[in-house]
C-alpha cells in the first residue's frame, strides 16, 4: 500500500487536473451513480481518474454509520499506508474533478489500491 507521500507524488507527477485548479490526474466518464438497473459491478465501473499509467475507479466506499456501499461510480477513497492521528488516516479522493490528497476517518471502509510491484 503507498504512503502518503507515495500517493501525493503520484497525483503531482499526473499534473494538475484539466477540470479544477485544486485537483490532479484526467477525469473519464460520466460519474454517475450507479442504481439496480445499471450496476456494472466493480470491476468494471466506466468512471475514473487516470494518474499517469494508473487508474483510480470511483468504485465508492463502505459508509461507517451504518455498513451500506455508496457513491459506486460517483466517487472513491483509496487508504495510503499513513495515518494522520490515532483516529484519521491519509486517503486519496477520487471524484470527477480529479484526485487528492484527503484525511478521512479510520471507521471507513475504504479501498486498498496497490501502484507498483
Not at 503520484?10 to 466518464?29: C, D, I, R, V, W
Not at 470491476?43 to 465508492?60: E, H, K, N
Not at 483509496?78 to 471507521?107: C, D, I, R
Request: aromatic content about 16%; proline content about 5%; hydrophobic content about 30%.
Amino acid at each position: 500500500m503507498p504512503t502518503a507521500a507515495e500517493q501525493q507524488a503520484l497525483s503531482e507527477a499526473a499534473g494538475q487536473s484539466p477540470k479544477h485548479a485544486s485537483f490532479y490526474g484526467t477525469p473519464n466518464g460520466t460519474f454517475a451513480g450507479f442504481t439496480a438497473s445499471n450496476a456494472y459491478g466493480l470491476d468494471q465501473i466506466p468512471s475514473y481518474v487516470q494518474l499517469l499509467d494508473q487508474r483510480f475507479p470511483a468504485s465508492g466506499f463502505r459508509n461507517h454509520s451504518d455498513g451500506h456501499w455508496s457513491s459506486a461510480g460517483t466517487y472513491s477513497y483509496f487508504w495510503s499506508g499513513s495515518s494522520s492521528s490515532s483516529t484519521e488516516g491519509f486517503s486519496l479522493f477520487v471524484q470527477p474533478y480529479g484526485a487528492v490528497q484527503n484525511k478521512s476517518f479510520l471507521q471507513h471502509g475504504f479501498v486498498v489500491r496497490c501502484v507498483r510491484n
